[in-house]
Each structure stands twice: as structure tokens, then as C-alpha cells.
């Protein structure tokens, strides 16, 4: 850990192997420092990455979220949070940086094809670890992406913005999802397909 106001360095060490690609999000909490992050258990086989690869099944397994809570002794306390398998996470970035996030989002697999490709939208709330999912027949989905309606709502108050692959019909799909139920508010239809990309950003004015 990096202090950002005299430079110091930090250094915090667990006795699980574990990787991760994605940080979901950390704050301050009772003097700690809690982290949550994306993670894989033990060393991943990224031979699984190589397109001959994916085109066979998607890669396994697919992170959980754990959370790190590091004391200022330098403990460390982790576990895992919920049963949903999913990557690429987001959280409603209007949040405050000190405030706790409750929700996370991200795209993964659907439990019943754990070898597809990010097929499913999750919802996960880290309160008590449950999750709900939003999927349709043959739509792949890109990072989810949100975009709140408005300040001094719910965390969840917002929209889900996300690229959908439909592979039966070859096109392309901008898909909005509400993020409090994970209800499809609409859609537009692209009249080709998009190359399938990993990630995405909102911009709420053009730069």
C-alpha cells in the first residue's frame, strides 16, 4: 500500500495463493482499510486466454469477490463474499471515496454453462452475499457500465449500460438494464456486429 501524502509503502501479506486481474473498489473502515477485489484461486492457466481456447469454452474457473480488511498492525483478514462468479466488476462511482459500497456489478457466466463466455449480467450485494442475474439466449455480453439517474439516491438507483453480441442473429445490441432489478429497459439494435470487446465507458457530456 502507497501513501499518497508522504510516500510511504505498506506491506500487507496473506497466507492463501491468489490472483487477481480487477480491483472492485476499497474504502476506510474503523481504521482498517477494507479492499475488495476479483480473484482467482491459486496461479490461472493463461494458455485458457488463447482465442483456440476460447472459442472451445470460456475460462475456468471465473473470479469471486474477496475482501481484504488490512488493520494498521499490519493483519490482514480475508473472505469470500457470495457464491456469484463474475469479472469485469462495477460500482456507482458517484459514491463517496470513504463511503462502503454495497453493490457490485459484472459479467460472467450463467451457473448452469460455467464454461461460457460472460453470457450473464450479476448483481451482487455484499451485505449478505446474494445475487440476482439478468441473461438471454445466445447474448455475450462486454463490461457492464454504470450510470446513476441522479445525487442523493439510492446506491442502486441507476441504469446498467452494456454491449450485447446476439451470435444467432450476427448483430449487435446496446442494452440498458436497471440496476435495482436487473430488468431490461430497452434496447438499440446495431444493423452489424461489433468486434467483442472486454470493456466500456460512459462519458454524461461529450469532452
Known sequence: MLDRQGGGIATFATEELIFVFHVVRAFAQAGSIVVDVMAID??????????????????????????????????????????????????????PAAMPHRFVYGVGPKPTTPRAFANALYKLDVADGSHRIWSADGHYLSEAVFVPRGAGVAEDNGVLVTVALIAPEARSALLVIDAATLAEIGRVMLPIHLPFGFHGRFFPRPR
Open 42 to 95: 491459486g496461479p490461472p492457466d493463461f494458455a485458457e486466454l488463447r482465442f483456440d481456447r476460447l472459442a472451445v469454452g470460456g475460462p475456468s474457473p471465473w473470479p469471486h469477490l474477496r475482501r481484504f480488511r488490512l488493520a494498521p498492525n499490519g493483519a490482514v483478514e480475508a473472505r469470500t463474499i457470495g457464491t456469484a462468479r463474475f469479472d469485469f466488476p462495477a460500482v456507482n462511482e458517484a459514491l
